[in-house]
């Protein structure tokens, strides 16, 4: 089928019972950056701008999908090996390879997908993944728990894509709500939601796009993460403790205190590395506490403090992101802002007071554009508000 004929077959069809549609939101992370592969402590937000697939099913593991935003199609068969080939298409093969090991498809599906933001930041990666690992799961009646769908996802981009992701992203996009405040242990996998309390200002979520696009597969994520694990297991060593297996080894297993006592000993990158991961996980602690308490200036200035790390110790964060945190750290209006997600181009993302939002959105605009005027065409901010997981 065509493109126009999958579309007007979804609308022709969309009262017939035969037509299904999924969203699946995307997310922010205001604290507790780049320490999830390292099992920290995190926070999210799903935010109401995400992924939206129709589609109806096949009989004989047949796949057509087209997409709104990109060319070409996602086109095959679930019974046949499937090559990757580094397109959009990946992602939906990527989500059939990992639900596959457990269980047995007969059915496959025809649809359109569009994603509502473009750029990279919001992880629309974890967000199409779980997407249509909904949508293959419905169609071939598996009723996945969310515990199941967030670890069938993880497998998809660690081991189809190939990026070493934690667990944030399919975390938030899967457990949040509308109007809380998500915070993750990522070692013992405890999830719990924090109401916007009563006395709390109101805020939205501006999503800055830098108006370059983030790519992390081929990026230095992997090996921050590498330099993580090093540093931990290089810690473990000094400290005369039980290391085990490399690939098993963590930050989260070093108590700070044994940081503390033997950094100077690392290679100064390993050392900045896990200083990001101790401070960051203390100022989750703090975040999630003032959170808690309606204290949005502190919950605010716990988010610039973070998104500083991550540029000065995680050493991420393209120069237009950098030049976009200087910029938010100066606006009125933004309580706290930092770039989102791994850094490598992309988003960033601010909680603002939704008063000044005209206001917010012309300075950065301004003063944005005079360094990277090239960008102009690209560069975009949005406001959103907090949303549900998948549903
Ligand atoms: C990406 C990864 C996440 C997390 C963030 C940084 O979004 O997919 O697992 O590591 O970067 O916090």
Known sequence: MSKEEIKTFIEKEKNSGNVFHFFCP?????????????????????IDKGTKFSFFATED????????????MAIGNLNEEYERQYIWADYLFGAAYALKKSYTLTKGLKGIVSGEVLGGGLSSSASVILTY???LAFVNDINLTSVELVNLAIDAERNFIGVNVGKLDQSCEVFSKKNNLLYLDTKTDSAKLI??????PDFEIAII????????????????????????????GFAHLEYGKFNDTYLRDVPAGIFLQYK??????????????????ERVKKGVKAFQNGNLEEFGKLIFESG???????ETGSEELKVLQNIMENTDGIYGGRFSGAGFNGCAMAVINPE????????????????????????????????????
């Open 356 to 391: 000044k939002k005209n206001e917010i959105a012309k300075k950065i605009r301004t003063e944005y554009l005079k360094s990277f005027p090239e960008l102009k065409s690209t560069f975009n901010i949005i406001f959103c508000k907090t949303a549900d997981g998948i549903n």
């Open 264 to 281: 100077d000993k690392l290679p100064s990158n390993w050392a900045k590395r896990a200083e990001h991961f101790y401070s960051e996980n």
């Open 195 to 200: 109401k916007i309390p009563k006395n709390m």
């Open 209 to 236: 796009f830098s108006g370059l696009e983030r790519k992390l597969a081929g990026s230095a994520y992997n090996m921050r993460v590498d330099e993580c694990k090093a540093a931990s297991y290089a810690l473990k």
């Open 133 to 135: 690992l909904k949508s």
């Open 26 to 46: 995307y997310r922010v992370c205001p604290l507790g950056a780049h320490v999830d592969h390292q099992l920290g402590l995190v926070t999210g937000f799903a």
């Open 61 to 72: 593991c047949e796949i057509e999908v087209y997409s709104d935003n990109f060319e070409g």
């Open 308 to 314: 500083r790390s991550s540029i000065e110790k995680y």
